[in-house]
């Protein structure tokens, strides 16, 4: 539904009663979705990417948006040492990175110093523009980055064995599809080196029904909407045992939400850091 239709109805004076009776539509019509998407799951698939693709679109229609809206707390992320816990455990050499999911560039600028190459890949084009322009306005040479665009279901770079390090950060508790997450392990762990390493972030420590095995293909939402969430260590054993896991290291995150001027919430996020290995 469009915005302005959806501000409209809210205006109305039937709101409160046409709120209701479009909550208890949408609650059959994601139970209908849920039963054709478990019967053909690639209809699953196709919708859930769309969705996604759609949505960041909107995030990311602008710079400016691309770093508040699709990002989030800019200066919060910009602030924390993602680089330390990153990096904590590699001790591989420093010459290809890979940015999964780098947005508009934020952290391959920040891994420039620690890689003589740091590439990225997203799905959105507006974000790759946006990284292209962001690396380049930070000094960084044309040949110190590539940037590809993924179709959203796995990572599309046609190159095995080619990189040291890949890293994500804020990006796969966005994809709640496991079915997904699972093409892009895969797709990550061959474009690895022999010996190479990966690290990703992933919200911890909040339970919103959505867990790692799920398939959310009826998400009508992303970036924060509909996450995965791993509620607690005992969510971790089955995971570690698909992944291959070889370390795992908590990360705490406290930060200062500032909703108004009023009122501040201070919410405490968890995070995981798994690092992957290419022993092949
Ligand atoms: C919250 S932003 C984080 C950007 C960046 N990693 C950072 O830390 O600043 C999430 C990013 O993940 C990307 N993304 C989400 N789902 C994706 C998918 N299935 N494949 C590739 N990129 C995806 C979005 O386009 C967006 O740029």
Redesign the pocket.
Known sequence: MSAQIKAFLRESILYPLLHPIYKFLLYFYDILRTFLFTIFPTLGLSSYNSM?IKE?KNY?NNFNNAMEL???NFQA?EAYPYEKYLMERYKGERKIAL??????G??MNRFMDLFDKVDG????LE?ITYAKQYLEENGHSEHKFDLYQ?T?MGVSIDKKDYYDFIF????LQ??SVYE?RKS?FKDLLSLLKPGGSCCFQMGFGWDNGNYWFSNKYTARS??GGDDVSIPDDSHLAGIKKTLKISVSKMLNLKWNYHLTQKWEIIITLFGYLFTLTNNS
């Open positions: 996604q960041y990311s699709c990002v989030g992320h940015d999964f999911a780098c947005g508009m934020r952290m890949v997203d799905l959105s974000n993924s959203g994500s950060t804020i990006a966005h994809i997904i892009i992303t970036n």
